[in-house]
C-alpha cells in the first residue's frame, strides 16, 4: 500500500527545534497531545471516503503520525507520516476511505497513534457503516430481440433503452438483452451469453456481433419476494441477495421472479419481472430495477 503518496495530502509544520549544541539535560518526554477532527462518531457509506485532521503537538520532537482502520482487527486501511528532525507540533490530514465491500451496520475503528522520544499518544475513532443510496427505475419495458422495432437492449446503470442500431453506436452501455426462445422462452442475458447469440438478422448475420464491446453481466434467480422487493430503499439488501453463483443468462422467466445483477463495473442490481407479454418476435417484459448509486 502507497501510504503517503494515497493519503497524506497535508502536513503542515507550526514550528521547529532549536538544537543546543551544550550539556544541556536532555528533556524527560511527555506525552503528544493530539487533537482529531471530527471527534465523534461519523457515518459513511462504501466507497466513500472520510477526512480526519490531526493537531499534534510535543514538548520533545515528533516521530511519526500513523492512522489505522479495522474492522474485528482486520485491517482495512493504514497511512503514516515520519517526521523529520527538530518538529514540535504539525497539522496532518489524513484521508480514510472506506471499501466497498464493508456492510452496513459495521463500526470501523480508526486509531491514530503519535509518538515522540520515548512516549506515545493514541486517540481513537469510530466510523458507522450505512448502506449506500439506491436508484429505481419502474415500466422498463423491453421488447424480443426479433423485434426489430423494438428496443431489446439495456444500461441498468443508466437506465437507457436502446435499439439494435442505438445499441451498436453504445455497445459499453448495454448491460441486458431481451429475447424469447423456442426453449429457454423469455429470457434475460448479458451480451456475452452465448446463447444470444442464435439470433441473426435478415441477412445471416449474428446480431450481437454488431456490439463490438460484450458486456459480460452476471445474473442469478434470487428467492424475494414482491413485496420484499418494493419493500427495499437503500443498497443493503441488493448487496445481501448477491447468491453463490451466477449466470450470464436467466431463462424461463416468469411474472413476479426477482433476479440479482451484477455489471461489469460492478454495480449491483435486483430486477423484478413485472410482466411478460406474448411469444417469439412479439414478446414484450416489463421489468423494474433497484441498482446502487
Known amino acids: 500500500m502507497k501510504k503517503k503518496s494515497l493519503f497524506m495530502v497535508t502536513v503542515t509544520v507550526f514550528g521547529l527545534a532549536a538544537f543546543l549544541f551544550s550539556c544541556t539535560p536532555t528533556p524527560i518526554a511527555s506525552p503528544p497531545v ?43 486501511f ?43 499518544t493514541t486517540v481513537p475513532r469510530n466510523i458507522q457503516i450505512i448502506a449506500g443510496e439506491i436508484y429505481s427505475y419502474t415500466a ?17 446503470e443508466d437506465n437507457l433503452l ?26 434475460l442475458c448479458s451480451p456475452a451469453d452465448e446463447s444470444v447469440r442464435a439470433f441473426t438478422d435478415s441477412n445471416g448475420q ?4 454488431r456490439l463490438l464491446t460484450k458486456n459480460n453481466t452476471k445474473l442469478a434467480l434470487v428467492g424475494m419476494t414482491v413485496a420484499d422487493f418494493n419493500a427495499i430503499t437503500d443498497e443493503g439488501p441488493v448487496m445481501a441477495s448477491k447468491p453463490a453463483t451466477t449466470f450470464s443468462a ?18 449491483q442490481a435486483l430486477i423484478l419481472v413485472r410482466n411478460i407479454t406474448g411469444t417469439q418476435a412479439t414478446s414484450y417484459i416489463t421489468i423494474e430495477v433497484k441498482v446502487q448509486k
Open 34 to 76: 493530539v487533537n482529531v477532527s471530527p471527534s465523534i462518531t461519523t457515518t459513511a457509506r462504501p466507497g466513500e471516503k472520510m477526512n480526519y485532521e490531526v493537531t499534534v503537538s510535543s514538548d520533545t520532537d515528533l516521530k511519526k503520525v500513523e492512522m489505522t482502520g479495522k474492522i474485528d482487527n482486520i485491517v482495512l
Open 140 to 156: 422498463v419495458i423491453m421488447s424480443d430481440l426479433e423485434n426489430p422495432e423494438g428496443s431489446s437492449f439495456y444500461s441498468v
Open 162 to 187: 436502446m435499439s439494435l442500431n442505438q445499441a451498436a453506436l453504445s455497445s459499453g452501455e448495454v448491460d441486458l438483452i431481451y429475447y424469447y426462445g423456442a426453449t429457454n422462452k423469455a429470457t
Open 250 to 267: 436467466t431463462n424461463n422467466l416468469v411474472k413476479d421472479q426477482v433476479l440479482y445483477c451484477q455489471t461489469v463495473t460492478g454495480k
Open 206 to 209: 449474428i446480431v450481437v456481433d
Open 78 to 120: 493504514t497511512a503514516d507520516t515520519v517526521f523529520p528532525a527538530g518538529v514540535r507540533a504539525a497539522m496532518v490530514i489524513f484521508i480514510a476511505p472506506i471499501p466497498v465491500t464493508v456492510a452496513a451496520g459495521s463500526t470501523i475503528v480508526v486509531d491514530f497513534v503519535v509518538t515522540n522520544e520515548g512516549e506515545m
